[in-house]
């Protein structure tokens, strides 16, 4: 009975550690921001460009910049002119905006 009562506990601990590391996991992969907005810093759009690069659009005060992300770096690929408003940002989805800046700069 005793050594019942140690499986049972062991059991029970070793389920409960798995379902801490699962739930880690899972917030991990569903990259749930830590903080919406940091002092006028904040990520307007982003998509997947591969398994683990993505293509954001940053609002930093009044101004609006396209930077591409991977494990190894962060780079600037250019300073929108125009910045996109609340309308535009829920009128079209972040590809068609992102083919059409990129056009955009292309000219």
Known sequence: ????????????LLFVIALILLMAWLLKRMRV?????????????????????????VQAGEEQFLVGIT????????KLDKPLSQEELAASPFANQLTQLLKKNDK
């Open 1 to 12: 009975s005793s050594q019942f009562d140690w499986a049972t506990t062991f059991g029970s």
């Open 33 to 57: 921001p830590t903080m919406a907005n940091q002092k006028g810093l904040s990520v307007v759009r982003q998509i997947a460009v591969g398994t683990r690069e993505r293509i954001v659009i």
């Open 71 to 78: 494990p190894q770096s962060i780079q600037l690929i250019s």
